[in-house]
């Protein structure tokens, strides 16, 4: 069974509050505890890096809209999001090179 991760775009007024802001940065984490476990990591993929980026772009699209407040905890998951995804990156490349 192949891991899959999807990110939906639609609504993303209700899609960035701060459970679904808490919910992908539980996801990431659990991809960075998969990608250290070599049966999972070989299912992931080498496109996982791209996530953390893409999410940080979603979120930021988000954030900087006039008269919205972004709430604490949208702030720590984005962090969050853009440490596991710049680790995850870091191992998967190491990966490649043999380090």
């Given at each position: 069974m192949d891991m899959l991760v999807i990110v939906s775009t639609c609504d993303t007024r209700s899609f960035f509050?701060?459970?679904n802001a808490i919910s992908m940065a539980g996801g990431m984490l659990i991809l960075l505890a998969a990608s250290k476990i070599p049966s999972?990591?070989?299912r992931i993929g080498?496109?996982?890096t791209n996530l953390g980026d893409h999410l940080q772009q979603?979120?930021?699209t988000w954030m900087f809209v006039?008269?919205?407040s972004v709430?604490?905890?949208v702030e720590q998951s984005l962090r969050m999001i853009c440490d596991v995804g710049a680790f995850?990156?870091?191992e998967y490349l190491r990966g490649v090179h043999g380090d």
């Open positions: 509050d701060s459970t999972l990591r070989s080498g496109e996982v979603l979120f930021e006039p008269s919205d709430s604490p905890s995850l990156k870091s």
